[in-house]
């Protein structure tokens, strides 16, 4: 005897994640000279600074779509500049998805640097909330992804709005 239970299939679409400061460019993460931005990202040669200042010229990481994050987010772990999870949160960007599971929205433009301060606020409050969560591994990867997510845009950020046009720093190995 075959028992055939047909359930509908779960939609797997998602809004994009609302920012509620859309208007934030400086948060507890915000960077103010070059060493410390080239120590959150691990500048250690030239040929990565050069790299670096190619694909961040004339960024605004407060106005930036999820294609040109996922774009700078791959060439960041490309070049061993920031781990895969902190990649992930640059690829899945602004995370509206189709009722596929597919993104979508990769176009509109949205402020990141609230947008990953805002993500890790909300995860903090959810391991105040439910405590028990808070010591799961998975939950811990997902809060050093989203605290990687919020050093590593802040140290483009500051790259992209520097004063000088070389960005170049003082490399010592």
Known sequence: ?????????????????????????????????????????????ESAIGALKDMIRGCDFTSISTNELARIGSKLSELDLIDDHVACAFISGGMAFDKNGHSTGRDVKYNAIAMFNQMLGDNKAYARAWPMYAHQDS??????????????????????????????????T
């Open 1 to 45: 005897m075959n028992i055939s239970i047909r359930t509908p299939v779960l939609s797997m679409q998602a809004d994009a994640y609302v920012i509620k400061n859309p208007y934030e460019t400086k948060n507890a993460y915000t960077i103010t000279n070059a060493a410390d931005a080239a120590e959150v990202l691990s500048l250690k040669s």
């Open 139 to 172: 939950f811990k990867i997902v809060t050093r992804m989203l605290l990687g997510a919020n050093q590593a845009i802040n140290a483009l950020s500051y790259f992209a709005n520097s004063d000088k046009n070389d960005l170049s720093l003082s490399i010592h």
